[in-house]
């Protein structure tokens, strides 16, 4: 039986499918991820497909101020129970993801190419400026040490990157950070983290990525995967 939660970036925060089981037992699983990765978590808003499960009030309440202890929103309870979303109403939580979103967020994109969610930033990120993100960070600028990115997907920085870096912070080891002059003081993707040499060559575009469990960096040319 599968028993990991699923974690992907929608346009509102971040959905997260659970996995059949008893109720405690995944609730616990749940928190305990949260607690875990509390960086990328911190701040979230967090919609929580759970199928056809049947839960009250008094459930899903428990559930919403438990993820309130770690900074952590529930805002919506997608459910094919009925009871589920009886519930849900009466706490006033959101049964869809549709009904959340803006009108303007209805205008279709004109695309024939499937795109991802990312934020673009067109500015020099400073000491104590954090970036937190579900999806994709593009920073038109430069990254000054004392300044963090943390993404669920890749990280990508038109300019010097001398902060703290985290990629793929949901544990995705297969995001990548980019930059034209990638010198962190920490990077991190998913589980793997690394430092930058104190002695370094003359700066260059390169892209730091994970492979065979190792996070390497290579230079940053068009058509590299």
Do not use: Y
């Amino acid at each position: 039986m599968n028993t990991s939660l699923t974690v992907k970036g929608i346009q509102d925060g971040l959905l997260i499918t659970l996995p059949a089981g008893e109720w405690l037992s995944i609730t616990d699983l749940l928190l305990s991820t949260v607690a875990a990765q509390d960086d990328f978590f911190r701040g979230a808003r967090l919609a929580i497909q759970m199928e056809d499960r049947s839960l009250g009030a008094a459930e899903l309440g428990s559930l919403r101020s438990a993820l309130a202890e770690h900074e952590v929103t529930l805002w919506a309870i997608l459910s094919t129970s009925e009871t589920t979303q009886s519930a849900a109403a009466d706490l006033g939580l959101s049964r869809d993801l549709e009904s959340h979103r803006a009108e303007d967020d209805d205008i279709p994109v004109d695309t024939q190419l499937q795109g991802e969610e990312a934020v673009l930033l067109r500015r020099t990120l400073r000491s104590g400026h954090s970036v937190r993100h579900p999806g994709h960070v593009i920073v038109i600028g430069d990254v000054n040490p004392g300044a963090e990115i943390i993404a669920g997907g890749h990280v990508i920085v038109w300019g010097r990157l001398r902060g703290v870096v985290h990629a793929g912070a949901a544990g995705d080891e297969s995001a990548m950070v980019c930059a034209l002059d990638l010198a962190p003081t920490q990077l991190r993707i998913a589980g793997h983290i690394t430092v930058s040499p104190s002695q370094r060559g003359k700066p260059k575009p390169e892209r730091a990525f994970v492979r065979d469990g190792q996070l390497i960096a290579k230079p940053w040319q068009a058509g590299h995967k």
